[in-house]
């Protein structure tokens, strides 16, 4: 099955600064690369995502790079608030099989 | 529009002992999906139903879980009989159509087995 990982695993910043969380994985046949954010005790909530065709997109502070040909994804948080403070998880997939990566855990310091 | 729904949010109960799990995906969503998620670990996925027909159910514990979805709509996941490392944090998860796409997850049902 697909291998999936992210780095780092644990990411402490203050506030106003920026965080980049980088995904990899393994199967050359995935092609959307979503971002999900987890609060404590919450569910998953989609914030950014591309799609294969598509190198990097921006949503207000939160941006998305992607190289297929490196197999890797990257998260990108500028401004960084308190309330950015969570668990964040790639899931990168090929349509057909659905594999999460292990988290990375965001803590902004105010 | 409503969203994911799961029933029971918490249950306890003894190793052993069997327990099921309720969810109701966001309506004309034909594509659902079970996670299993531990403490301090991604969601990693059980089951996945499209309509009523399992399109994967590589990673699920066929000797202890099972998983249905006969109408189409609503699904059940069923524990049977728990164990210690079945703790953990069950979401349910739907989206429109198959083939990658936001998911829309449930607020999940934590169990807890002792």
């Known amino acids: 099955g697909e291998n999936v990982e992210q780095h780092p695993s644990t990411l402490s910043v203050q506030e106003g600064d920026s965080a980049v969380i980088k995904c990899t994985y393994s199967?050359?046949?995935?092609?959307?690369f979503p971002w999900y954010k987890q609060e404590l005790g919450k569910r998953p909530q989609l914030i950014i995502d591309?799609?294969?065709?598509?190198g990097e997109k921006k949503d207000q502070r939160i941006a998305v790079t992607l190289n297929k040909t490196a197999k890797h994804f990257s998260l990108h948080i500028t401004e960084t608030q308190p309330e950015d403070s969570a668990v964040y998880f790639c899931?990168?997939?090929?349509?057909?099989?659905?594999?999460f990566g292990t988290g990375t855990s965001l803590t902004v310091i105010p | 529009e409503a969203g994911v729904a799961q029933s029971p949010r918490y249950k306890i109960i003894e190793k052993r002992q069997s327990v099921a799990f309720w969810c109701n995906p966001i309506?004309?969503?034909?594509?659902l999906y079970w996670y299993q998620q531990i403490l301090g670990q991604g969601p990693k996925l059980l089951i996945q139903?499209?309509?009523?027909?399992?399109?994967?159910d590589s990673q699920l514990p066929k000797d202890r879980f099972s998983a249905e979805r006969l109408k189409g709509v609503d699904s059940t996941l069923k524990i049977q009989p728990a164990k210690l490392e079945d703790s953990a944090v069950y979401l349910c998860?739907?989206?429109?159509?198959?083939?990658?796409?936001?998911?829309?997850f449930g607020p999940g049902t934590r169990l807890t087995v002792l």
């Open positions: 309506s004309g969503h034909a594509t």
């Open positions: 199967d050359s046949a995935s092609n959307y």
């Open positions: 591309i799609r294969s065709n598509v």
């Open positions: 899931a990168p997939t090929n349509g057909n099989q659905f594999y």
């Open positions: 998860a739907s989206t429109p159509v198959g083939g990658g796409g936001e998911q829309f």
């Open positions: 139903f499209q309509n009523n027909g399992v399109v994967d």
